[in-house]
């Protein structure tokens, strides 16, 4: 088989078309359905195992020139409208009924970063792909743990995967920083989900940490209650207990919406509370596995969903809008800081 690859690479090398027909028909040649390269993938399931690895990358890279020689030369004899030019005429005026406009999930994550850092929050970024450490056992994730089945996980490597929330960035923090620490930590995360109009497998985050002496959940339902205050002009705030495996006690935060128009019945099932985010105060495991003694620091942390944040604000009820570059939903944001 390596011999007539060999031979492919050779004959590749040396094709030539004066026209878009021609062209095409050296696609046919080695990459139809029944071309010469498709057929050495055919023969390439009957190999040996211990052969397949090596060949099959012999096998890609050979496809890879062919396509790449005859896209080439398709291009070459592609005909072009009389008086057609690739270059670009700098003289034209520029048009400014098209200035661009920002994303409403960056408007979103700047609105948010606003209010903390206004609190004295500063901001703390972290790799998207993550070991199992941070992403799960230093945040009280120990193997076989029920709560590892919240996470829908993308795994890269065996013990390597994209982060499922940005709570990583926060044990990278309290490995490599002695308290106080107070901090922010907006970013994409990856969670292996069907995508419908109210979930998506990317998504975006902001999570908060603080750790010093003597934080209490009082620090943490003062700090969330002018959140609410600054974010949504609510005053009604509600903490309803719920479970985290990295805090303890833990719980979910709800804005009084109100029950003032329909579309607030049906977001918030007729209750007038809609959830809005996941709090708690770190649990002391998590402080001693990144190296902070528990018994003298306590701390709190949080973390929202972006796209549920600017779906509430903007009254977007199709989350895979904001992935989907539809000028027409984009446009909508010009003007807005």
């Not at 057929?39 to 009957?46: A, G, N, S, T, V």
Request: net charge negative.
């Amino acid at each position: 088989m390596q011999e007539k690859v060999n031979a492919l690479l050779e004959e590749i090398k040396g094709i030539a078309a004066s026209t878009a027909e021609e062209a095409e028909h050296l696609r046919i040649k080695y990459l139809g359905r029944k071309g010469s390269i498709t057929q050495l993938f055919d023969d390439f399931k009957q190999l040996p195992g211990d052969v397949k690895r090596e060949m099959g990358k012999v096998l890609n890279e050979l496809k890879t020139k062919a396509t790449d020689r005859i896209n080439a030369l398709k291009e070459h004899t592609e005909v072009k409208p009389e008086g057609s030019s690739s270059a670009i005429d700098l003289s034209l005026p520029v048009r400014l009924d098209s200035l661009g406009s920002r994303h409403p999930v960056q408007l979103v994550r700047n609105r948010i970063v606003e209010i903390f850092t206004q609190l004295g929050f500063n901001l703390s970024d972290g790799p998207e792909i993550e070991d199992d450490w941070h992403n799960f056992s230093a945040l009280n994730f120990p193997e076989e743990h029920p709560a590892r089945d919240m996470q829908d996980t993308f795994f890269v490597d065996p013990g390597m995967a994209l982060r499922t929330h940005t709570s990583s960035v926060q044990v990278r923090l309290m490995e490599t920083q002695e308290p106080p620490i107070r901090s922010i930590m907006p970013g994409r995360v990856f969670r292996n989900e069907a995508v419908s109009s109210r979930s998506h497998c990317i998504f975006h985050q902001v999570e908060g940490l603080y750790i010093d002496k003597d934080v209490s959940f009082a620090d943490l339902k003062q700090t969330l209650l002018h959140f609410a205050r600054e974010m949504f002009g609510k005053s009604k705030i509600r903490l309803r207990p719920s479970y985290f495996p990295f805090t303890e006690p833990s719980a979910e935060m709800d804005v009084y919406w109100g029950l003032k128009t329909e579309t607030d019945y049906r977001i918030t099932k007729g209750t007038g509370w809609l959830e809005v985010l996941g709090c708690g105060m770190v649990d002391p495991n998590v402080l001693t596995n990144c190296g902070i003694n528990p018994e003298v620091y306590s701390g709190y942390a949080f973390g929202m969903g972006i796209e549920r944040m600017a779906m509430l604000l903007y009254g977007i009820d199709d989350i895979r809008m904001y992935f989907e570059n539809d000028q027409r939903f984009l446009k909508q944001f010009s003007g807005v800081l």
